[in-house]
């Protein structure tokens, strides 16, 4: 490897720690003092809610690592503008796709790390961190998850859902055990379909049995639609279904296979599947744009405006990536395309810099 690559190489990978340092350090500040009302009015310790905080850092490191590849890009090349440096080596002969050589080689590490992460560091991070926040800071103890299995007790009745889609907020393979005296059953409700509307939980195809006293058996009643009151909002069991960054990409394409199988509607899993393949090689598109834009000569004269450039064009990304995800979470966008449709346009937004660079 030439002295120049392995040069831009070391001076890429310390600016990227540093960067990437200071936003997550920043987070766990922030994220700690936001959530301090939320830690003291719950059974966690201070050290415990720290902790919390930083099970937190590999999902956040995931997430803010393309903006710092491109931060860090823009300036090592900045520097070496404002210093002339790229005017020496253009004068030698060396090309700007030559320079790209090792910001390509770096972004691709990156992109296998945050792979690496996506599979295994994060899933049991979050997980244990949703866990730490439904049991000590929610107070939720009454709650027994499976993969998508939700077992939880409100009041009287033991309710089980099978499936519960957030996009819809609606269940699916619902079972409610409503217990009486000497732990006596005094009804059971089986529904294929569920909906919260007003207050009152709504539920279709279904078949109930209640207890009657009388002859000690159970009277079965079918239904078509049928409301119950229970102490359960959508909200609650949208904070204790498994998600999507809970997961590997295997396990959650075999999450994914399972819930098509049982004829669920997949959308938001499939779409979230796409998305963790196409989001660490985000880094790769962010360090040519970082590149091209810190070989611009203004970046030289005015190194924060090309910083600040490399700021919007980061939060543009997200925004962008938000908003077609969101797409195709709703159906409106196939999930391929939801998920790499933003990458395909800002790699064709940093190729063009780049060659109107050179």
Request: with cysteine; proline share 4%.
């Amino acid at each position: 490897m030439p002295c120049l690559h392995r040069y831009l190489l070391k001076e890429f990978g310390k600016l990227c720690f540093i960067i990437q340092a200071l936003i997550l350090v920043l987070f766990v500040f922030i994220e700690y003092l936001s959530m301090m009302d939320r830690f003291l009015n719950s059974d966690i310790t201070l050290l415990g809610a720290l902790w919390f905080v930083i099970l937190e850092l590999p999902f956040m490191f995931v997430q803010v690592a393309p903006a710092s590849v491109l931060l860090a890009n823009i300036f090592v090349f900045g520097l070496m503008n404002r210093h002339n440096e790229l005017l020496a080596l253009k004068s030698s002969g060396i090309s700007v796709y030559s320079l790209v050589k090792p910001v390509v080689f770096s972004s691709l590490i990156m992109v296998g790390l945050l792979f690496f992460l996506s599979e295994i560091l994060v899933p049991f991070s979050i997980t244990t961190a949703h866990d730490i926040e439904n049991t000590v800071i929610r107070g939720k103890k009454n709650v027994l998850l499976d993969k998508k299995n939700i077992w939880i007790k409100s009041g009287e009745n033991l309710v089980h859902f099978n499936f519960y889609d957030p996009s819809k907020k609606t269940v699916a393979g619902i079972t409610i055990l409503a217990m009486g005296e000497n732990f006596q059953p005094r009804f059971r409700l089986d529904a294929k379909k569920g909906f919260y509307l007003k207050g009152v939980w709504w539920f279709e195809k279904g078949i109930q049995q209640t207890y009657n006293a009388q002859d000690r058996g159970y009277d079965v009643v079918n239904f078509d639609t049928t409301s119950i009151h229970l102490d359960l909002m959508p909200e609650d069991l949208e904070r204790l279904v498994k998600k999507s960054e809970e997961m590997g990409i295997f396990e959650l394409r075999d999450y994914m296979d399972t819930i098509q199988k049982e004829g669920y509607d997949a959308t938001r899993y499939v779409v979230d599947f796409h998305g963790k393949i196409a989001f660490p090689f985000v880094c790769l598109i962010m360090a040519l744009t970082g590149a091209a834009f810190g070989m611009k000569s203004h970046a030289g004269d005015n190194l924060p405006m090309a910083v600040t450039s490399g700021i919007i064009i980061a939060f543009t990304y997200w925004f962008f990536h938000g908003f077609c995800m969101s797409l195709g979470y709703a159906g409106s966008l196939p999930p391929v395309p939801a998920a790499w449709i933003s990458n395909l346009f800002f790699l064709c937004f940093g190729v063009i810099c780049l060659i109107r660079t050179e």
